[in-house]
């Protein structure tokens, strides 16, 4: 893993989660995905404008690790520090996610790819939201 990586991770996972030091992140970052579920929920705070016809949702993929451990990688505006892509324990998911998808991957895939899929920045009118994020990391799978 570059310096550069690791400090995006870094940045990216001290937003939500400062539990984790560089050693801990970097095994996290390292630490194979055999599962992965592509969620959705409401978006929260929408006003009731909004048509029903616009997308009122927002993805993540929760993945499950090699120990067990379940972790939430989705991207947002100004989610993180370093990049708008997190990590957060999926135990901290409410009851209102929903799974849209789930594979099982044969052969090995990381956090750090999940992450790297995502991308770093957010930009809804370029593509790069928490819907393509998810499919892209999604799409690990099939390369």
């Not at 989610?79 to 990590?87: L, N, R, Y």
């Not at 990381?110 to 939201?129: L, R």
């Not at 393509?132 to 990391?137: F, I, T, Y």
């Amino acid at each position: 893993m570059t310096p550069l990586t690791m400090w995006l991770l870094l940045g990216a996972f001290v937003a939500v989660n400062c539990d984790l030091s560089g050693s801990d992140l970097n095994r996290l970052y390292n630490t194979r995905v055999h599962y992965a579920e592509w969620v959705t929920r409401p978006k929260q705070g929408m006003p009731s404008w909004v048509p029903h016809w616009c997308i009122t949702t927002h993805s993540g993929v929760r993945v499950k690790l090699d120990d067990g451990r379940r972790f939430l990688i989705h991207k947002g505006p100004d989610f993180g520090v370093a990049s708008e892509t997190v990590i957060t324990d999926a135990a901290h998911m409410s009851d209102k996610w929903q799974v849209k998808t789930a594979t099982y991957f044969a052969r090995i895939i990381t956090v750090g790819d999940f992450v790297k899929a995502a991308g770093e920045n957010y930009n809804i009118w370029s593509g790069q939201h928490c819907h393509a994020a998810a499919e892209d990391m999604m799409n690990l799978g099939k390369k």
